[in-house]
């Protein structure tokens, strides 16, 4: 165990999701996964869908989120993760999300109107790197 | 002089229109402490982000962006975002917001610009659209607030942004009301396009001792991920903080409404008593009066 800790906030827009003194945190970012722990250098940069993992200080608990992108900064051994759209992986159901990605899919094909034919497509993403997420662990 | 039948008539309806007042002002009471958690909640989302802002404009003085762009003379038009509520009886809250905006607009007129409106609530558009009605010229006039949410905001935010792009207008600025407590918003006026740094609410970070900032990929990059979505974020708050107002403006007025209803309702029983007694002393005096001309 290191000597401080890293002081982590999760935040979207309607909610605040994780306020915590944390060992480390994993955050999937831009270029590659990375960590965060105590002294790390003042960073800020934005995230790419993946998983976000917290680790709490005494190492007892572990938390693993889904994330479908976001910013990071880390100052000061304050760690403040701002994300759109954020769950947890305990809540993800893999196979009810193949069921939506179809019937979204379907969808899509019938779908006419460009700007709903997009939301549709990023929906769709997004179940699918959520489905993903979870067959990497 | 009202007749006995009217007073009683009017005490009734006075007195139903206090249970009104009464249910509304519980109503937005418990719609209130929802609008303000949530308020509370996307202030601290939408200062974090602002706060990356702050430190990369300061940092890098070099960046170019369209978005940050400040020069004055090719400014021709510029978009007005109002935010007010959907409905009325929240006393002065729309009426405030409407005010501030006509000021604002007769002081680009002055400086020959181009004005757009849009409104994201009906009310306000209801007020100005009367008067300005060529104003609104974009693709969507107004928005009902109760039906926005996030995603909601992301698209319209987008669609804005494109118009900006497309240099439709060259600046934009958001009205809407301030949460400051139950009892009191306040109208603020934000510049949104270009960014300006006097935006901040918060101004107690002001002192902070400048850190030197590693970004990943470039500053560039963060830049232009960061600014498109600062803006909507900005919208997203307005609206939540509008929400918040709406409510507490709502319950402050539907109190006084009630208490101003219960003092009626004395005034008038007392008259309805008084006059009662009139025509009882003077049924008697008849009375007695007859009985003595016998």
């Known amino acids: 165990m290191s000597e401080g800790f890293l002081k982590t906030q999760i935040i979207s827009p309607d909610n605040e999701i994780y306020d915590g003194d944390t060992e480390m945190v994993v955050l999937p970012g831009e270029e590659g996964d990375f960590a965060a722990m105590y002294e790390h250098a003042p960073l800020i940069t934005f995230l790419r869908p993946g998983k976000l993992e917290v680790i709490s200080k005494d190492e007892k608990d572990k938390i693993d989120f889904f994330v479908s992108g976001g910013f990071v900064k880390i100052q000061n051994n304050n760690c403040t993760v701002m994300v759109d759209y954020i769950k947890n992986t305990v809540d993800i159901d893999v196979k009810e999300n193949e069921k939506k990605i179809t019937e979204l899919l379907l969808k899509f094909e019938k779908e006419e109107e460009q700007s709903i034919k997009d939301n549709l497509r990023e929906d769709i993403d997004l179940l699918q790197y959520e489905n993903q997420t979870l067959d990497e662990n | ?115 757009s409106l849009i409104c994201i609530g009906k009310k306000g558009f209801d007020l100005l659209s009367g008067l300005y009605e060529k104003m609104f010229n974009f693709e969507v006039k107004y928005i009902n607030i109760g039906e926005i949410d996030y995603k909601s905001t992301q698209e319209i ?111 008038l029983s007392l008259r309805y008593n008084r006059q009662r007694q009139a025509i009882i002393t003077k049924e008697l005096i008849e009375i007695i009066s007859g009985a003595e001309a016998l």
């Open chain 2, 157 to 267: 935010g987008t669609k804005i942004l494109n118009s900006f792009y497309k240099n439709n207008f060259q600046e934009c600025c958001l009205f809407y009301n301030y949460f400051k407590s139950v009892i009191s918003q306040e109208v603020k006026d934000e510049t949104l396009i270009p960014y300006s740094k006097n935006n901040n609410i918060n101004d107690e970070n002001q002192n902070n001792i400048h850190d030197y900032f590693e970004y990943e990929p470039n500053e560039e990059e963060v830049l232009s991920k960061i600014l498109p979505k600062n803006f909507i974020v900005q919208m997203y708050k307005a609206i939540l903080e509008s929400r918040a107002s709406e409510q507490g403006a709502r319950m402050t007025a539907m109190d006084n409404a009630t208490r101003n209803a219960g003092d009626m309702i004395d005034d």
């Open chain 2, 1 to 115: 002089m009202p007749s006995l039948k009217d007073l009683r008539n009017r005490i009734d309806s006075v007195k139903s229109t206090k249970k009104i007042t009464q249910a509304m002002k519980m109503v937005a009471a418990s719609k209130l402490k929802k609008a303000q958690s949530l308020a509370e909640q996307a202030r601290s989302y939408s200062s974090g982000l602002n706060s990356i802002v702050e430190d990369l404009v300061d940092s890098s003085e070099y960046i170019e962006h369209p978005l940050l762009r400040k020069n004055i003379e090719d400014k021709t038009s510029s978009l007005i975002i109002v935010v007010s509520s959907d409905r009325g009886l929240c006393g002065g809250l729309n009426s405030n917001i409407v005010k501030g905006v006509k000021k604002k607009i007769n002081q680009l007129e002055l400086q020959k610009k181009a004005v």
